[in-house]
């Protein structure tokens, strides 16, 4: 089997501008000539059809940070996915443990979100991970078991399709990170529970998405079940973001 290649996705969180995006895309695009992975860029609604431009011409893939359960309606402020489909977005992310904190996302409405992206033709990032105090009361595997399963239930069918990020709550924007090996344990597990759901659980992307940067990137890359990572700070500084681009096409 020829080993899948590694996706680097970066998410600009609620970051940006018309000039800095222009800058930063251009950058990027510029840099990533020789990229042996797959790239996407996961930025702010309202700069959708601007990336999609900035883009063309390369192989980076557009990707939301958020999408909504309904298809369509009455549901003022959520993007669809169909909508979304038409700016050419591949990727969309759910349950970031952002949107599960400050918007009370529940496991149930993520596993929907997912359900409605994939039926809409766009991948879902599903992200799973456990906070500080879950970590030290020693409730990380039941978390993200847990959340992942709430996924699996819904979608069973196609879970192969999705791409799972794992990002412990605790290594998010504070600097630190998961050991490598710490990183590689929840890999294993979480491969471990798509394995009892599909025969092609191999074939999930499985990202590490704990404060990644150009320092760490490689010796995470390195580690067996981890298949990519999902960049917040870094993704907004070009060097860094190629550095991580780098590391993953080696």
Request: charged residues 20%; aromatic residues 4%; proline residues 3%.
């Amino acid at each position: 089997m020829t080993p899948k290649r590694k996706l680097i996705a970066g998410n600009w969180k609620m970051n940006g501008t018309l000039e800095a995006n222009d800058a930063l895309v251009r950058a990027v695009v510029a840099g990533m000539k020789q990229a042996r992975c797959d790239v996407a860029l996961c930025v702010p609604a309202p700069y959708l059809a601007q990336v999609q431009m900035l883009r063309h011409g390369s192989t980076i893939d557009l990707g939301a940070q958020d999408v909504s359960a309904q298809e369509q309606g009455a549901y003022t402020g959520e993007v669809s996915a169909k909508m979304l489909r038409e700016f050419g977005v591949r990727y969309a992310i759910v349950g970031h443990s952002e949107r599960r904190q400050y918007h009370g996302e529940t496991d149930a409405l993520v596993a929907d979100k997912a359900r409605t992206a994939l039926a809409n033709g766009v991948t879902p990032i599903v992200c799973v991970g456990e906070t500080l105090a879950e970590r030290e009361a020693g409730q990380t595997v039941e978390v993200v078991k847990r959340q992942l399963a709430a996924v699996i239930h819904v979608n069973g069918h196609c879970i192969s399709e999705i791409v799972v990020a794992y990002e412990p709550v605790w290594a998010i924007g504070t600097g630190r990170t998961a050991t490598p090996e710490q990183a590689q344990e929840v890999h294993a597990l979480l491969r471990k529970q798509l394995g009892a759901a599909t025969a092609q659980a191999e074939r999930v992307h499985i990202l590490y998405g704990g404060s990644m940067n150009a320092a760490n990137a490689a010796s995470l890359l390195a580690q067996p079940d981890i298949d990519g990572g999902l960049i917040g700070g870094a993704s907004l500084k070009a060097p860094d973001f190629l550095q991580i681009i780098a590391a993953a096409s080696a």
